[in-house]
């Protein structure tokens, strides 16, 4: 089956505790991002990777980082994350680069940081 | 600043009504989407229109697209309970991959 798995799916982690959550997906697609999403702010682009060792900053990539290794991977690290990153995330991917391409969701991940 | 605003934030409907709901953005786009989420899940696509088209249909489903109002809506016709979710608009610009999403309409059918 064509998706994007994302782990764990809930976590509960105390401030400067580094963490990492795994976004893969099995469909060969060459763009994928992160988003996170807040009450009335809606989605918000953190960090996305055009293919396998291409990665830049989206709209709010500040205490984020990103590694694509292969093209099935793209985890989202945070080296110390403090309670302003309390928050619903979303990995994504599409099959190409250009805006007109459907992008393919995981089932999210709930990080709250205390 | 978000591109894309939903409008309303919230809409509760009876089933077997139509559902409609707008989206206004700021800049010109290439095209726009249409998103659903059902609670706490992931986003699942729902239609594109580009910028040149004005109208799409998709099963129930009707967009369209008013760029010289840089707005957009979504008809959601005879309603049932599992259309109950948020709907997200999403546009896009650039040749790249850069897609802003709105705020989103929580959308609830009652059976």
């Known amino acids: 089956e064509a998706q994007v798995t994302q782990n764990p799916r809930y976590l509960i982690t105390v401030t400067g505790k580094k963490l990492t959550v795994t976004c893969s997906q099995n469909?060969?697609?060459?763009?994928m991002s992160w988003y996170r999403q807040d009450p009335g702010l809606g989605l918000r682009q953190i960090y996305y990777s055009m293919n396998v060792e291409v990665t830049d900053k989206g709209d709010v990539p500040e205490g984020y980082k990103v590694s694509r290794k292969e093209k099935r991977n793209f985890p989202l690290i945070l080296e110390s994350p403090s309670p302003n990153q309390t928050s619903l995330y979303f990995c994504?991917?599409?099959?190409?680069?250009?805006?007109?391409?459907?992008?393919?969701f995981g089932p999210g991940t709930r990080l709250t940081v205390l | 600043s978000q591109q894309g605003e939903e409008d309303p934030q919230a809409l509760s409907i009876q089933e077997g009504e139509n559902a409609t709901m707008n989206c206004s953005y700021k800049?010109?786009?290439?095209?726009l989407q249409w998103y659903r989420q059902n609670s706490g899940r992931g986003l699942v696509h729902l239609i594109l229109?580009?910028?040149?088209?004005r109208e799409k249909h998709s099963g129930r489903l009707r967009v369209t697209l008013d760029t010289s109002k840089k707005s957009s809506s979504l008809l959601i016709t005879a309603s049932r309970a599992a259309d109950t979710a948020s709907y997200f608009c999403?546009?896009?610009?650039?040749?790249?991959?850069?897609?802003?999403f709105g705020t989103g309409t929580k959308l609830q059918v009652i059976p």
């Open positions: 994504a991917s599409s099959l190409g680069q250009n805006s007109y391409n459907e992008q393919f």
């Open positions: 800049t010109s786009i290439n095209n």
């Open positions: 229109i580009r910028s040149n088209e």
């Open positions: 999403a546009t896009g610009s650039g040749g790249y991959q850069k897609v802003t």
């Open positions: 469909m060969n697609h060459e763009y």
